[in-house]
């Protein structure tokens, strides 16, 4: 006989306790354990209703994180007003084309001359797959995704401290370095070195791992040979008829193999944030912020630069002028949501707690700046088989990213020239915009010599620090300012509350951006139902 | 001589944070492996021209406006306190990041005073042992309205 009140709760009754007695955190961890989300906080869009009838909401800032909070809580039935500084929405959800200018501080002025349909991504520019977020906004918004290639083994790396500063591809480096290291550890194992680590057992099972993915020889040593070409390549390769068969090529010396220090990308890869699977926009990353700008615009007032941010027990007043008319003007709502950069928020007048104002002081951003080449044809697809991806270089430009769209497209076509943070982006930073592409065109001609200056068509460039709406890239947190300033910076300090990639886990990414523009209107509509 | 980065070794005053800039830290988006072994030049001219104009501007009178400025270094009068730059260099301020991970001590020690010389009239130099006295003393950040 069964009991009705002691029927064990379904997985979906059990989730649903959990949510309601824990919140978000607790649910999220709870599905983690069944199974269902392993890879994102996301656990849909937020069901937020029932606001009180006029509610108001002020958003300052149309980056993805305001668009986003003024998108959902106009669902919620808020009133909501977004404030922005520039004259376009956006934020660092930005793409540059044809006809478009760059205007930074202290350099001159640029009129971007791609070809239509050519683009560059100055902000973010992939997707990875466990997004959540972002992908699940792009599908409800019908922004069209096309897959972004971001892991490719006929790219080149550059050192120049590495096989005379000639780039290899970075196939031969990978194949190379595992067999090497395969190698040393079966002479390691062979010799008894390692007999106090490892069982028998397991010390014959890594043997046998050690052949087959290090490819070694019947010696166990890593040798040219035609078990190591199918996985590197050959010097002649497999044809047919009667000089059909192939050819290996030489491999590397360990030496060498370890100066490239290909184990760093090697690494890159494999971080889950740059694992394949990767997406991106077709035609530009801005097609999100259009997006949303279709469903929020109209509540967005461009061009306006908010001065001081004030609040009493019934609400929240925002001074600002209007970038053209330089006219004074004051916005009023019951609460706020702030996704203004910190180093621009850190030099407003904010009515908010000490320890808040410590925290948006305490954040640092990173600089970057991302040059985009337009080239007269795609030669990196003709002429060297590579079809999307990086070539790494350990110059200023850190590497150049082949384009994910339009392959064996005629016509010209834009490569990302250069995309470093730290010594070389602010060194880059700090060139006029014309000397940026010829630092850009000297140091990429390292992969492409023959091709790289003589396909050259034109160029585009925007350097963070010199954003005069952010004067930075995203924000830097360290183990120790987060645990000095992170739940002071995202907590709700009476009617504000802040969001943004600084306010996340996810800094310099969009997801980040959404998740804490998600948590924040949460909570900003639980205490909006307490007041 | 050219220094690559990371060397201003601090490890007796817990005073810099872990993460370099060029790594900028858990889960975001970065380049990738290229780039960080490049060199910055050790005079303070070359460090201020590779490093510090890419927000202050080559002539260090910043940018920007009221709310959203890069502050002038040229004609700054907090910098006659050298003490003050030093500060601002191994700690970061606002959105401004600390150095210490790109910058050794004698490239912060020649910047600071090439700024403080070519741009204002103070002509003291500052040498590595005022940095390691601040990196002892460990002083607090100065408060700001960062950008002015």
């Known amino acids: 006989m069964t009991d009705p009140l002691f029927v064990p709760p379904t997985r979906r009754q059990l989730l649903t306790m959990i949510g309601k007695a824990g919140g978000a955190a607790a649910l999220y961890q709870a599905m983690t354990v069944f199974g269902h989300a392993a890879e994102s906080q996301f656990t849909g869009p937020p069901k937020l209703s029932g606001a009180r009838p006029g509610s108001t909401v002020l958003v300052l800032g149309a980056g993805v994180a305001g668009m986003l909070a003024a998108y959902e809580l106009t669902k919620a039935g808020y009133n909501v007003q977004v404030l922005e500084f520039q004259d376009r929405t956006g934020g660092r959800n930005y793409t540059v084309r044809g006809g478009d200018t760059i205007t930074e501080l202290g350099s001159p002025t640029q009129t971007v001359q791609f070809a239509p349909g050519n683009y560059l991504n100055p902000g973010p520019w992939r997707i990875p797959y466990h997004h959540r977020t972002v992908l ?108 059909g068969a192939p050819i290996p090529n030489d491999v590397g010396s360990l030496s060498d193999t370890l100066s490239t220090k290909v184990w760093q990308e090697i690494g890159f890869y494999a971080e889950h944030v740059m694992q394949e699977t990767m997406f991106q926009p077709k035609g530009g990353m801005d097609h999100i912020g259009k997006a949303f700008t279709a469903k929020v615009g109209n509540m967005i007032r461009l061009g306006t630069r908010v001065s001081k941010i004030a609040q009493d027990a019934k609400g929240v007043t925002v001074d600002w002028t209007d970038a053209k008319t330089g006219a004074a003007g004051q916005s009023h709502a019951e609460w706020l949501v702030c996704t203004i950069p910190a180093t621009v928020l850190g030099q407003l007048d904010i009515q908010v707690s000490d320890a808040k104002k410590a925290a948006i002081r305490a954040l640092p951003y ?83 010599p023959a091709e790289y200056k003589a396909e050259f068509l034109s160029g585009a460039s925007v350097a963070w620090s010199r954003m005069p709406w952010i004067l930075g890239c995203c924000a830097t947190w360290t183990e120790e300012s987060r645990a000095a300033h992170y739940q002071d910076l995202v907590s709700m300090d009476g009617r504000i509350v802040l969001a943004g990639e600084h306010c996340s886990y996810y800094g310099c990414w969009q997801e980040g951006a959404l998740l804490s523009s998600l948590d924040a209107i949460t909570r900003l509509h639980q205490r909006a139902l307490a007041a | 001589m050219k220094h690559t980065r990371g ?125 390691d006295r601040i990196g002892a003393a460990n002083p607090p950040v100065p408060d700001c309205n960062c950008g002015h």
Request: proline content about 5%; glycine content about 12%; some cysteine.
């Open chain 1, 366 to 448: 990173g600089n970057s700046v991302k040059i985009g080449l337009e080239m007269k044809r795609r030669f990196w697809e003709t002429d060297y088989a590579i079809y999307g991806g990086h070539s790494f270089t350990d110059q200023d430009i850190s590497l150049i990213s082949y384009p994910s769209s339009n392959f064996f497209g005629d016509g010209p076509a834009v490569l990302l020239g250069a995309y470093p943070f730290g010594i070389g982006a602010y060194r880059l930073a700090g060139l006029t915009p014309e000397k940026r592409i010829a630092a850009a065109l000297d140091q990429g001609s390292v992969f492409h």
């Open chain 1, 136 to 243: 699940h906004y792009c599908k409800e918004l019908g922004v069209e995704l096309e897959h972004f290639a971001q892991y490719n083994f006929n790219t080149f790396a550059h050192n120049k401290a590495a096989y005379g500063g000639k780039p290899q591809r970075f196939r031969d480096l990978y194949v190379d370095y595992k067999g090497h290291v395969a190698e040393l550890l079966a002479k390691s194992l062979n010799a008894g070195a390692l007999d106090t680590a490892v069982t028998t057992e397991d010390k014959a099972r890594l043997l046998e791992a050690m052949k087959e993915w290090g490819v070694l020889d019947k010696n166990m040593a890593y040798t040219k040979g035609i078990k190591v070409g199918e996985q590197r390549g050959w010097d002649r390769p497999p044809g047919g008829g009667v000089n």
């Open chain 2, 7 to 131: 060397l201003v070794a601090m490890a007796a005053v817990t005073l810099v944070a872990a993460a370099t800039l060029a790594d900028p830290g858990f889960a975001q988006d970065r380049p990738g492996p290229g780039g960080g072994d490049t060199a910055v030049a050790d005079s303070g001219k070359e460090v201020y021209e590779q490093i510090c104009a890419a927000c202050h501007m080559a002539d260090a009178k910043g940018g920007g406006q009221t709310g959203a400025r890069v502050p002038a270094l040229a004609g700054n009068k907090n910098l006659a306190n050298k003490d003050y730059p030093i500060i601002i260099l191994l700690k970061g301020r606002g959105g401004m990041p600390w150095f210490t991970d790109i910058l050794t001590k004698p490239q912060i020690a020649a910047v600071i005073t090439y700024v403080r010389g070519h741009f204002n009239d103070y002509k003291d130099p500052v040498t590595v042992a005022d940095i």
